[in-house]
């Protein structure tokens, strides 16, 4: 070996091959915490221009980066050491492999003399998370380190994205290799064969289109993973298509466009799931008919012909049977397409019907379900979670930083509230755990996502319950600097199940109320300072206070206790069959607005 060649690609211990690797893949922000078994990383951090999070507990350095990827759109990166660290991430990577998050999750493991010895803080990490990941590494050598990362970063981003874990051994941090950063590149990634439209299966999509008088866009979380946000605005536009929007689809079709329906399924839009119920052609984009979505599948839009375009292809016909299945990238999949359709035998067919009377079906079932606007309810006294909702939007709207404002919610009845009455107008906007449904997320995701958009007004909106179960992470907030508003829905109760058992179980309340500390006291003990607020007349200007200063801020809002979320679509019942709101009561279902 010449010392030029020495020189170009230096000797280095295995940790600090772990940053250098890291720094090549344009990461400049971890979340982590420090243990024995990754200690070696951390003494080499200094060297490398990186900064880490010192997060108060594994699974918020997990729930950081995936924030921080759903609101950058790059891959998030995780540490901790081994045994109990390790396992605390466990729960933050089941959340990004539901929702298809590109997260990296490094960890630390005992020597590699001591493997499989129960040697202290050894777990078998890579086994606990095998279903959870779309893949995890050992490296138990200096040399193995750089490409393990480098193909872990290209396997969290390729096709569908999701959670990648590399465990590293205390000795292979320890020891050294020559590191080279362009000989560790995993090869070129070639993607699944059947990831192509075929011409066969692309005819039949524009033959259903061509002969469709009530067609539906089911818009998903794929929207927004493949940047085609503007290829679905064109589609839907030149083809007059309304568009129904999936939980973690929300903001990929601009709210207040003509064509926007709202949210479909278990509590959404009682006039997009009937729209649903009616259609004769469903193109559902990049969305996978979870169970929330569909209701009972036996009576799922019993008269729609179904294309599904879709990029993994394990979803296809998985819960829903599909006549067109597109399997690709979305984006390319309707490039691909829209000249077929654009075609004059398309666009001038005799037989090609207009979608205008149905979009005015639509919008009288709309009309009828949409009686009121919330904001123009009187003031009763009663402070109800949505009100505040609706006016935190209301007020980023106002001044005019809609588009510069993230939402970060926990999970339960106050998600449901944010999808209904916060209007989102771009893509990563709302940051929520949807398909596992993680308690605790709103907090460190919000934090993920702040460090990731700093210029952004970013909110988390948590409920009483999931909001104790990492509110501790306040101290990074103060810690980092990071101006972080956090709306905090106190109902004295688990809310959601709450609802359950006051639908479904006879109102045996069991264990759903919570008692709660006094949490602007809480705020202030981490030196945060914040306001309690019970009155209607009170959200807008302690929302503007909050917005409008430099320091991060906590709003207790005490809310109706025993308010429920509608519409609501009992367990096995129909999409149409929808609960709805009490005719007694003073909330009308949604917040349709002028």
Sequence with gaps: MTDNHKNAHPTLTGAEI???TLVGE???TVFGYPGGAILPAYDALRKFPIHHV?????????HMADGYARASGKVGVAIATSGPGATNLVTGIATAMIDSIPIVCITGQVSSKVLGSDAFQEIDITGITLPITKHNFVATRAEEIAPMIREAFQIAQSGRPGPVLVDITKD?????????FDDAAPAAFRPHPMLRAESAEMNRAIELMRSSKRPVILAGHGITLSGAEQEVLKFAERYQVPVATTLLGLGAFPASHPLALGM?????????????????????FGMRFDDRVTGNLASYAPNAKKIHIEIDPSEINKNVKVDVALIGDLKEVLRTMEPLIAAPSYEQASDRHTTAEWLREIRAMKGDAAVRDIINLPDNGHLYAAHVINDIWQEAKAAGRLDKTIIATDVGQHQMWEAQYYKHEDPRTLITSGGLGTMGYALPAAIGAKIAQPDYDVWCIAGDGGFQMTASELSTIQQEGLHINVAVINNGFLGMVRQWQEAFYDKNYACSPILSP???KLADAHGIPGAHVVERKDVTPTVTKAREGSTPFVINFSVEKEDGVYPMIAPG???HEMVRRPQKDPLVETAEDE
């Design 172 to 180: 292979a941090q320890q020891g050294t290799a020559i590191f080279n």
């Design 518 to 520: 006094d949490f602007v």
């Design 26 to 28: 344009g990461v400049s």
């Design 54 to 62: 010192l997060t108060r507990h594994e699974q918020g350095a997990a």
């Design 264 to 284: 479909m399924g278990m509590h959404g839009e009682s006039w997009v799931n009937h729209a649903i119920q009616k259609a004769d052609l469903l193109l559902a």
């Design 18 to 20: 772990l940053w250098a």
């Design 573 to 575: 019942a129909a999409l």
